[in-house]
């Protein structure tokens, strides 16, 4: 068996034992992003044929096929008919496997993401972040507009401590196209993201959100928090979604230990 396919059946394992879903291709879809995530699979990598993942997997050909063809349409993975299955490179799409990702439910596969990063700066404002990475003069704030398949847009607000990580803002927005924001803080700073834990209000977005959205005035729709923690439950970054009220259906995950 080769080493990929064998990390590919010990993530699926791992993630079947705690997944809430049994739809078979979500889970193999699941355990090669996990595999891009954790740096297991490199861009340019390639996966076993698909008749090596029926042999070495207990998934039909189908199935395979399924899990691959959902990759191709998110970016994660591009299929050619002579040189198989491989890692994309670096594109737009984001794959935030463990924080929220949106369902299409009539395929029920999931739905590309597109991120751009509009707005890096260093703020005094207090709110809920400052409660939570504590007392500080001033916060890191990393803005971006996410669209969702070309369906309906999110605002993510993402801080951090200035004082650890002020650095972050000399990197540039385009270190923070199409990744995940806290893989970048354990890339750069070398200190990684041990569990989050997610938190949901209905509620009234703020004006200038609603703008963005191209919502009207005080429009209600879901607010995501999700507080990052590092080792010894550290708070390590303070994450804000605004979700309106049409999305399609979210998937909304914590990540533990």
Known sequence: MST?????????????????TRIKHRL????????????????????PTEAALAEGLPFSLGTIQKALRNLSELGVVNRKS??????????????????FRFVNDATD??????????????????????????????????????????????MNFFYLSDRQ???VLDLGSAAFEGVHLHAVIRQEFGIGTVRTNNRVVCAAFPDPVSLRLDLPSAARGIICDILGFASSDKPLFFQQVYVPAHADPMEFRELRP
């Open 4 to 20: 990929t396919l064998e990390a590919i059946k010990t993530k699926l394992n791992r993630i079947s034992e705690k997944s809430e």
């Open 109 to 154: 596969t999931l739905l590309p993401v597109y991120s751009k990063v509009t707005e890096m700066a260093k703020i005094q404002t207090r709110g809920p972040w400052s409660e939570f990475l504590g007392d500080e003069d001033f916060y890191v704030r990393i803005t971006r507009e996410i669209d969702v398949d070309h369906r309906f847009k999110l």
């Open 82 to 99: 002579r040189t198989g299955t491989v890692i994309a490179e670096k594109t737009e799409e984001i794959f935030d496997l463990w924080q």
């Open 28 to 47: 193999l879809a699941d355990s090669i992003m996990e595999l891009l995530e954790d740096g297991t699979l490199q861009a340019g990598d390639h996966l």
């Open 165 to 167: 990580f002020g650095s």
